[in-house]
């Protein structure tokens, strides 16, 4: 995330949701819950996703209030510094039940 050009970090969004995606495939939350490499992995690309939507900034906000970027921004700073404090449910729950509506928004804002 070289750019400071707010349509290249949405791409770059984009392009951590699709690893999420993968270190996921074929996976529940059981064998999920057990398999730490992918937990590392999402994890990592969820820290990513959070920068990006900081640096962005508020411009997206109001436009998708069900994405809650401003929560977004906030978790990677919980990703970061209480990482202890993270259960494997929360970051399942994240990619299940919020990483879909990131996702369109930001396929929406590429006109994708």
Known sequence: MSSSD???RIADILEQVARI??????QDL????????????VERCLERICEAARKIGDMLDERYPKVDF??????GSILRHDYGDVDVEIIWQVTVARLPL???ACRAELGL
């Not at 995606?21 to 074929?26: D, I, Q, R, V």
């Not at 059981?30 to 992995?41: P, W």
């Open 6 to 8: 707010p349509m290249k």
């Open 30 to 41: 059981e064998t999920f819950r057990v398999n730490t490499l992918a937990q590392d992995a």
């Open 102 to 104: 990131l996702k369109a």
């Open 70 to 75: 401003p929560n977004l921004r906030r978790f």
């Open 21 to 26: 995606e993968s270190h996921l495939a074929g």
